[in-house]
């Protein structure tokens, strides 16, 4: 049987696509990072010291900022004999007992003589032996799905630990190797993300029937485990989203509610952009527990908008004039906005409609101020040479204008960056890098790029035709996040900025 091996590093954000034809089986180790793999549609988190049998087109993602590393063994099916041992949950081991017997295995499956082959044999079962043992952590995802689908009547750690075949003691351990938490601890959290979700998909709903819905008897209790949890009582909570809105938008604009004190019960989310934190940037997750997320990435439905029972929905003109008449039903509840050039205006705009303009002053002065700071410590980059802003994506690169663009006027406007006079007015262009060279910028920032089409273009021969690079003047933070449009996004992109600019030259 001809086996291939290969190895597959990934940085945040790439991707490495493999069994397009589906005529292998593939068997995967994770040997640093996690990322995300979907295949036939299902996706699965791929977790260090994890193994995965795919037997279909796949595609591996990042999703962490460490190294992704990942083992692959493949074979064609048509001659494939260990498939059937790789059935179930293989079991989790440590990189430290797998790395020296998969470089064995690599190492020896390059040989061709019947020795190398019959050592190559031997080591393989080895491994499927240690696949296809049970480790006590292995079955703790099952336990704690167990807890989480029985909310309302949770399993004691006793029928827990029965089931999973080990004693109590054993079992708590292992469960708390698995989840860093003890199984009360994780019953609560799950408890109190399920009550978020009651709180605002329920409309109309008590504090003392989301206690009775998750399994708590006491409605008090309930109160005091939410406030310690999430810092605010039940009560509180649920004010943030007394006025039921829903974002209908290709625009993070829950950004600017949540900014606000306030809530949305619906909000769009990029699934494939950000694939670890539920489809929004991490700096948002939190605040949008109990929300309902609607994939930004697919036409809208109404269905799952109007089952989130918005009193207002909050809209943006869509791509293809998408929902333009799907809502007719709805259309006085419909507040329209239009595209805005400037962040302040959807700022002001939500708080108008909020009632909470006494605050977006509050927040705009905030930002403000970072944002001179920030200008400050960027001066021994800034106050020398003009600047181009490219991203780089697979198929094309965009070179930015000078302005009427949130994240254009923040860096020419707000942190002192210098344009070169040459660039376009505003917007995007789709350019070449001969383009470029032509411009001949003195410095060069790339934002939003993965670091595989990065490198892709900086090994051609018209990138070092570029001042910039020629230089060493070519500037690549991480940027994946940088979303200048709200005021929570702006805020985390100045924390970041200068510490990230300082560090971000990109080496030739």
């Known amino acids: ?35 995300i793999i979907v295949s036939d549609e299902r996706v699965s988190k791929a977790v260090e010291g ?10 591996l993602t990042s999703a962490a900022s460490d190294l992704l590393s990942v083992y692959m063994l493949s074979w064609p099916k048509e001659e494939d004999m260990i498939s059937g041992f790789l059935t179930g949950q293989l079991a989790e081991q440590a990189p430290v007992k797998m790395l020296a017997l998969w470089e064995e295995m690599r190492k020896w499956n390059k040989e061709k003589t019947i020795s190398a082959r019959c050592r190559f044999q031997s080591l393989l079962w080895e491994m499927l032996s240690v696949l296809t043992d049970e480790a006590e952590v292995d079955r703790m995802e099952e336990a704690a799905e167990l807890l989480r689908t029985n909310l309302a009547r949770p399993i004691t750690v006793a029928e827990l630990a029965s089931k999973m075949n080990m004693s109590p003691v054993s079992f708590s351990r292992a469960f708390r190797k698995r989840t ?84 949305p019960v619906a909000a769009p989310s990029y699934p494939t952009l950000y694939p670890a934190s539920g489809g929004v940037p991490s700096y948002l997750q939190q605040g949008l527990e109990g929300t309902k997320l609607l ?22 003109p869509l791509h ?6 799907v809502l007719l039903s709805q259309q006085e509840h419909v507040h329209h906005m239009p595209l805005q050039q400037d962040w302040r205006q959807y700022l002001y705009d939500i708080a108008s409609m909020v009632g909470c303009e006494s605050r977006a002053q509050l927040i705009d002065k905030e930002i403000h101020c970072l944002e001179c700071k920030v200008r400050d410590e960027l001066c021994p980059l800034t106050r020398n040479g003009n600047w181009a802003v490219i991203w780089i994506r697979s198929e094309e690169i965009r070179l930015y204008g000078q302005g009427n663009h949130a994240l254009l006027d923040l ?24 383009e470029i060279a032509a411009l001949n910028p003195d410095k060069l920032l790339i934002l939003w790029s993965h670091e595989r089409d990065v490198w892709k273009t900086a090994h051609t021969p018209e990138w070092n035709r570029i001042r910039a690079v020629q230089t060493g003047e070519v500037y690549y933070p991480e940027s994946h996040e940088w979303d200048p449009w709200g005021p929570l996004g702006r805020k985390k992109m100045l924390e970041e900025f200068s510490t990230s600019m300082f560090k971000a030259r990109l080496k030739t």
Not at 242 to 261: C, N, P, T
Not at 320 to 325: A, F, M, Y
């Open 1 to 35: 049987m001809l086996y291939k091996f290969d190895r597959v590093n990934l940085r945040e954000g790439q991707s490495e696509a493999f069994n397009r034809e589906c005529d292998q089986y593939y068997l995967l180790y994770v040997s640093s990072g996690r990322g």
């Open 180 to 263: 860093g938490m003890t199984p009360k601890e994780f019953l609560n959290a799950e408890r109190m993300k399920a009550a978020k979700t009651l709180m605002l998909q329920k409309k109309g709903i008590t504090a003392k029937e989301v206690a009775l819905q998750i399994g708590l008897q006491d409605e008090f209790y309930f109160s005091r485990l939410f406030k310690n949890k999430e810092g605010l009582p039940p009560s509180i909570f649920m004010k943030r989203a007394k006025e039921r809105i829903a974002v209908v938008s290709q625009l993070f604009l829950q950004d600017h509610l949540l900014a606000l004190g306030v809530q």
């Open 295 to 316: 994939n930004a990435e697919k036409p809208f439905q109404p269905e799952d908008i109007l089952l989130a029972q918005p009193d207002r929905i909050i809209k943006t």
């Open 411 to 434: 860096l020419f406007q707000g942190l002192g960056f210098q344009p070169h006079p040459d660039l376009h007015g505003e917007g995007y262009r789709i350019v070449s890098l001969q």
């Open 50 to 59: 994890k193994s995965y049998l795919l037997t279909d087109g796949s595609e």
């Open 320 to 325: 293809n004039n998408q929902l333009q008449n």
